[in-house]
């Protein structure tokens, strides 16, 4: 377990821990029957087991529960490791123990998997006197052997599947000389990837989408339409006079204004940087900010980056929206999405790095959306899904100690002021993975945002990781490994 570098889970009756444990684990001081009875693997993983191992019970039929109950909640390319599948002598396999080296018989399952489930992907490599299986290509909806599991569990405990000669077990497991589990390893890696891989038509079809996405998000679809509120805003307002014409065509007749609008999407800046003309985009990055989250979504999953995708300070929510389309372009079950936010706005200023800069809902009330308002703009796009995203709900400083995430990939920081900065990268910058990117959105625009960056930074003795800069405003960085 202290080699896991992700969020891991160890269940054993009688546990004894010598070596520091590096990553988040929960420890179950139970026999794994217990454990599968009792628990959701999904629920407490937030995603499908991505390698476990197998060494408890030396007995065939214990080994065999252990990688069905796994199955269930595995993926086609998940692995599950199992140990003690060769034994280099025949005293070693029996079902109580004698010698000091010992292997049970546990080798049983192997030859009793190639027989019920040739499906699986079985290899056995000769390593260290006691061998060891790696099984892939799980099937979790395949009942074949559960429907007569009781049958099979007296015939793996009998002499169905047992072997008196050392040679003839060796030679049935038939294995891999230890030297090419390095080139397996290497196949395993490159499959695993292929596996996730959207086909080629798919990917376009998965780019065009989220092009779409974007537009939509900004709402350049029906910029005509916007305009065409902004000036009966106007009007009503008596900023300008009602000309039915100037409504019709709008296009030409306020094509500067058209212009200013567009721009403000590309750039992701309201005109005259007056938030009370925010219009009708549901995020107020523009083009060049999305079209980086993009990349950085991207770049973690090239990477191979474990972790969830959160953001802290979502407004209308239109970057999570597109971190959620991402997601299901790619076909991603393994990552949680956390949308944080007060949903009502930003708290008053109290830190002295943020003076005067109040930016609450009664001298803002636009900064301010609901949480009901955020998930309807997820719903609206099709993208809601409360089994993988977590609405967290209040102030970061009260929310997010807690949030539920072991292990972030990409960070999103877009609360604006120092203390908002400063509160979500304390509670949450440990749990970003090494290679991990962290995003924050006002290091440009907002001189309390880049001081809290930078304090977080000294506090701990770091220097700030280099940083690329997006547009006027946004930057990221990459954590270091
Ligand atoms: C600039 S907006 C976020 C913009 C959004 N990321 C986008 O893409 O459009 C800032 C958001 O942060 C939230 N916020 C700021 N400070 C907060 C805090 N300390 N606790 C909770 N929410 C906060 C506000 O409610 C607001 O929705």
């Given at each position: 377990m202290a080699l896991a570098r992700c969020p891991s889970i160890a269940i054993d009756p009688d546990f004894e821990i010598r070596f520091p444990l590096r990553s988040p684990t929960r420890l179950y001081r139970q026999t794994s029957d217990e454990f599968f009875s009792n628990e959701n693997l999904k629920e407490l993983l937030g995603a499908t087991v991505d390698l476990a191992f197998v060494d408890g019970m030396h007995k065939a039929e214990f080994a065999l529960r252990d990688i069905l109950n796994l199955e269930t909640y595995a993926s086609r390319s998940s692995v599950v490791v199992v140990d003690d599948v060769l034994p280099e002598k025949i005293e070693w396999t029996t079902r109580e123990r004698h010698t000091t080296a010992w292997t049970g018989d546990v080798y049983k399952v192997i030859r009793f998997l190639r027989e019920h489930r040739p499906d699986l992907d079985i290899s056995v490599y000769d390593i260290e006197m006691k061998g060891m299986a790696l099984i892939t290509g799980f099937n979790p909806g395949d009942r074949t052997v559960q429907k007569h599991l009781a049958r099979h569990e007296v015939d793996l405990a009998g002499d169905r599947y047992a072997y008196s000669e050392i040679e003839d077990l060796r030679l049935a497991i038939a294995p891999e000389p230890a030297d090419a589990l390095v080139d397996y390893l290497a196949d395993l890696r490159t499959r695993r990837r292929t596996m996730r891989v959207v086909p080629k038509q798919d990917a376009q079809t998965g780019a065009l989408y989220l092009d779409l996405l974007k537009r939509s998000l900004l709402n350049e679809i029906y910029l005509d339409d916007e305009l065409r509120l902004l000036y009966l805003r106007d009007c009503l307002a008596g900023q300008d006079s009602f000309d039915y014409a100037v409504l019709h065509n709008i296009r030409e007749a306020r094509l500067e204004n058209?212009?200013?609008?567009?721009?403000?999407?590309?750039?992701?800046?309201?005109?005259?940087?007056?938030?009370?003309?925010?219009?009708?985009?549901?995020?107020?990055?523009?083009?060049?900010?999305?079209?980086?989250?993009?990349?950085?979504?991207?770049?973690?999953?090239?990477?191979?980056?474990?972790?969830?995708?959160?953001?802290?300070?979502?407004?209308?929510?239109?970057?999570?929206?597109?971190?959620?389309?991402?997601?299901?372009?790619?076909?991603?079950?393994?990552?949680?999405?956390?949308?944080?936010d007060s949903f009502e706005g930003l708290p008053k200023p109290t830190h002295t790095q943020d003076g005067k800069l109040d930016l609450t809902k009664e001298k803002f009330p636009e900064l301010a959306v609901s949480k009901?308002?955020?998930?309807?703009?997820?719903?609206?796009?099709?993208?809601?899904?409360?089994?993988?995203?977590?609405?967290?709900?209040?102030?970061?400083?009260?929310?997010?100690?807690?949030?539920?995430?072991?292990?972030?990939a990409l960070l999103r920081l877009d609360g604006d002021l120092y203390e908002s900065t400063m509160d979500t990268l304390q509670a949450l910058y440990d749990r970003v993975s090494p290679g991990g990117i962290v995003i924050v959105d006002d290091y440009g625009a907002l001189p309390m945002c880049r001081q809290a960056v930078e304090d977080f930074f000294a506090f701990r003795g770091e220097a700030v990781p280099p940083l690329t800069h997006v547009d006027w405003t946004g930057a990221f960085f990459v954590k270091p490994c």
């Open positions: 058209l212009e200013d609008l567009k721009a403000s999407r590309r750039i992701g800046r309201f005109p005259d940087r007056n938030i009370h003309r925010s219009g009708f985009s549901h995020t107020m990055m523009g083009r060049q900010r999305l079209d980086s989250l993009h990349a950085c979504l991207d770049a973690v999953s090239a990477g191979d980056v474990p972790g969830d995708l959160m953001e802290c300070g979502v407004w209308r929510g239109g970057g999570c929206i597109l971190m959620a389309g991402w997601l299901r372009v790619h076909g991603d079950n393994q990552r949680k999405l956390l949308v944080a009901e308002a955020v998930r309807e703009n997820f719903a609206v796009y099709g993208l809601l899904d409360d089994h993988k995203q977590v609405f967290l709900k209040g102030w970061f400083r009260d929310t997010l100690t807690n949030a539920p995430t072991l292990q972030i």
